[in-house]
């Protein structure tokens, strides 16, 4: 980890960039750091140097972002940050935006579940926003290392317009396993290559994989932060029979590693206690705040530690700020999970399957029922849940 006294000064954010700018060639948007308590001048100063022209005489748009303490691996997504902006009016806008974010009742609720207190130390980041044909994120498996997330998106977009692409890259056999990539491979080791740059600097998390955010046609590195804990294990997950896997979910794509035997957990499921409407894209404010209020009346009555289901996974924002006490997950369609919002679910979580497709309506309906435990079984590399209903 960096200096402590360096993260302090610079917020999170801005202390990794700092550090990958100065240890690396690789390419990072020209980005300045500014405090609140900055005077305006000094403000203006910074916006006028990053806003930098284009050839043509046309000032470059901006992003800001926020660089809090708390953002060192952690609080992903909770802290705002404002793309497109052109113009002082616009800037002073975005700054509000991002101080008011640092002090919101979900950074509150967020930091309550962490144990920790916010201040009201944060610094902002001004960048140029890259003209990269496509932007994602990259993070190599903590628990099956040779293997690298790659989801990646066509700039320009809003995020309901998103469709995203990308796939594994295997380490091992030098070559995507699983996905679909629209790039040429020379792009793809590109990404690679840039990503065990990072992760060579040992200093910014020892032993911990990478969660990369960047641009690409051309590259850019956007941020860097820590994920998870490396850790592997050597049992294998034991074969079923085939009328057993009807209630049961077989999963390639899991984090976190149990007990040979696995573990076995309570389940709360979409079916009968959290709102069916989990997707947020095309909700209305109120269907929001009603999944909300499910989703912790369904924690509440939990009693203790649970497994929660839920049938896609795709956009499911700050989902896990409403389930404090659920400590697995079992999530279908979860093809491209490099969010803001999955990634935290999957850190809150001591193991999690994650699965292509929808879940099977067998599986849903079952763990619908009353009185139902799951089994979980994950050796990092693939996992099996298995439903125990008492009927």
């Known amino acids: 980890m960096l200096p402590r006294q360096y993260i302090e000064e610079r917020g999170g954010k801005a202390a990794i960039l700092d550090y990958v700018r100065d240890k690396t060639d690789l390419p990072i948007p020209k980005y300045e750091v500014i405090g609140f308590e900055d005077a305006p001048s000094k403000i203006a100063r910074v916006f006028s140097d990053i806003q930098a022209p284009h050839a043509f005489g046309n000032p470059k748009p901006i992003i800001v972002r926020s660089s809090s303490p708390y953002e060192y691996g952690d609080f992903e997504g909770v802290f705002e940050s404002v793309p497109g902006i052109r113009t002082w ?51 190599r498996h903590p628990n099956n290392p040779s293997l690298i997330f790659i989801d990646y998106f066509e700039s320009g977009y809003d995020w309901w317009q998103q469709l995203k692409q990308g796939g594994v890259w295997d380490d091992k056999k030098n070559e995507v396993v699983k996905g679909h ?3 040429e491979r020379a792009n793809i080791e590109e990404l690679i290559r840039a990503y065990k740059k990072i992760e060579s600097l040992s200093d910014i998390a020892d032993g911990c994989s990478l969660f990369v955010e960047f641009g690409l046609n051309p590259l850019f590195i956007y941020q860097v932060r820590p994920f998870m804990e490396f850790k592997t294990t050597n049992f294998e997950v034991p074969k079923f029979p085939r009328e057993r896997l009807e209630f049961a979910i077989v999963a390639d794509c899991v984090f976190g590693l149990t007990p040979p035997e696995g573990i076995e957990v309570p389940i709360v499921s979409h079916n009968s206690r959290v709102s069916s409407g989990f997707s947020y894209r095309g ?9 909300q209020q499910n989703l912790s009346s369904a924690d509440s009555k939990a009693h203790k530690p649970y497994c929660l289901v839920v049938p896609y996974s795709r956009e499911q924002e700050n989902w896990d700020l409403y389930v404090p006490r659920m ?65």
């Open 89 to 139: 009016t616009g800037l002073l806008s975005a700054i509000e935006q991002i101080k008011a974010s640092a002090q919101s009742d979900l950074a509150h609720r967020y930091a309550r579940q962490k144990g920790i207190e916010i201040g009201e130390k944060i610094c902002i980041i001004l960048q140029q926003q890259s003209d990269s044909r496509y932007c994602g994120a990259m993070m």
């Open 283 to 291: 909700l209305s404010q109120k269907e929001r705040e009603s999944t």
């Open 327 to 391: 400590n697995a997950l079992i999530a279908g369609d979860s093809s491209h999970f490099l969010t803001h919002g999955m990634i935290r679910l999957l850190k809150k979580a001591e193991v999690s399957l994650l699965c292509d497709r929808n879940l099977s309506q067998s599986f849903l309906s079952m763990s619908g029922l009353e009185e139902k435990t799951v089994q979980i079984i994950s050796n990092g590399r693939e996992g099996v849940a298995l439903l125990r209903c008492n009927l």
């Open 181 to 183: 990539f629209n790039l």
